[in-house]
C-alpha cells in the first residue's frame, strides 16, 4: 500500500555514512512525553513507478522481542542488516518500515536511495 507512514513527534533517519547495500543504521528521536518502546521488528519496501511494494524475504524472518527505549538525548541508535532476510539490495528507492504498539500497531518508515 501507499501510505505514509508517519508517527507523531517521532523521526527516524539513516545514520550519516552507514547505508550500504546489505545494511545501515537508523536513528529513532522520540520526542514524546510518554516515549515508545521500539522493537526489532523492520520491513522494506522498494518504490517503482510511485508505487511501494513490499519486498519478500528469502528464508523465515526472526526478530528478538526485545524492546528497545530512547537514551537521554530521545534517541535511539539500531543497526539493520538486511542482508540474511533480503539479500543485497539493487540500485532504487527504498523505505524501512518499523512499528509501535500503542494500543494498536502504528508504522513509521525513512525513505533512502541507493
Same mark, same amino acid.
Given at each position: 500500500?501507499? #501510505?505514509?507512514?508517519?508517527?507523531? #513527534?517521532?523521526?527516524?533517519n539513516?545514520?550519516?555514512?552507514?547505508?550500504?547495500?546489505?545494511?545501515?543504521?537508523?536513528?529513532?528521536?522520540d #520526542? #514524546?512525553?510518554?516515549?515508545?518502546?521500539?522493537?526489532?521488528?523492520?520491513?522494506?519496501e522498494?518504490?517503482?513507478?510511485?508505487?511501494?511494494?513490499?519486498?519478500?524475504?528469502?528464508?523465515?524472518?526472526?526478530?528478538? *522481542?526485545?524492546?528497545?527505549?530512547?537514551?537521554?538525548?530521545?534517541?535511539?541508535?539500531?543497526?539493520?542488516?538486511?542482508?540474511?532476510?533480503?539479500?543485497?539490495?539493487?540500485?532504487?528507492?527504498?523505505?524501512?518500515?518499523?512499528?509501535?504498539?500503542?494500543? *494498536?500497531?502504528?508504522?513509521?518508515?525513512?525513505?533512502?536511495?541507493?
Amino acid at each position: 500500500d501507499n #501510505n505514509e507512514y508517519t508517527l507523531k #513527534n517521532v523521526t527516524m533517519n539513516i545514520k550519516e555514512n552507514t547505508l550500504t547495500k546489505s545494511g545501515a543504521t537508523i536513528i529513532i528521536a522520540d #520526542n #514524546n512525553k510518554v516515549k515508545y518502546t521500539y522493537e526489532e521488528y523492520y520491513k522494506l519496501e522498494k518504490r517503482i513507478d510511485h508505487i511501494w511494494y513490499e519486498l519478500k524475504p528469502s528464508g523465515d524472518v526472526l526478530f528478538n *522481542e526485545m524492546g528497545y527505549l530512547v537514551d537521554d538525548n530521545n534517541e535511539l541508535e539500531m543497526n539493520i542488516d538486511w542482508s540474511k532476510t533480503y539479500g543485497n539490495l539493487t540500485s532504487g528507492k527504498y523505505r524501512i518500515i518499523k512499528k509501535i504498539y500503542d494500543g *494498536e500497531y502504528k508504522y513509521f518508515s525513512v525513505e533512502f536511495d541507493l
